[in-house]
Nanobody
């Protein structure tokens, strides 16, 4: 079992930055591939970024490539998502997710077994 708790959401202006963090608890959490998804009102949950268990493989949605950066610190059981050059369309609830030990990146929400409660990101113009 892995428990995930997000933090760091909030309000930012267009072109601004935010940093989201996800703290994972559980004996084998450092072996899990981690991801971020987001969901805007009235929309489906969509993939944002993912990082494999040791950090040597990452994936991004085209809409955030070059603006968002995912990273992890296995010693601290945390992963982070740096959001730069924010746009109004980045407004959503952002969810941290994890999938099984040593699995590769998945771009689908169905590929993840564990989810955090979500943190709101609002970008104002």
């Amino acid at each position: 079992q892995v428990q995930l708790v997000e933090s760091g959401g909030g309000l930012a202006q267009v072109g601004g930055s935010l940093r989201l963090s996800c703290a994972a608890s559980g004996r084998t959490s450092s072996m899990y591939t981690m991801g971020w998804f987001r969901q805007a009102p009235g929309s489906a949950r969509e993939f944002v970024a993912a990082i494999n268990w040791n950090g040597d493989n990452t994936g991004y949605a085209d809409s955030v490539k070059g603006r968002f950066t995912i990273s992890r610190d296995n010693a601290k059981n945390t992963q982070s998502l740096q959001l730069n050059s924010l746009k109004p369309e980045d407004t959503a609830v952002y969810y941290c997710a994890a999938r099984g030990t040593y699995l590769g990146i998945s771009y689908s929400a169905t590929g993840y077994n564990y989810w955090g409660q979500g943190t709101q990101v609002t970008v104002s113009s």
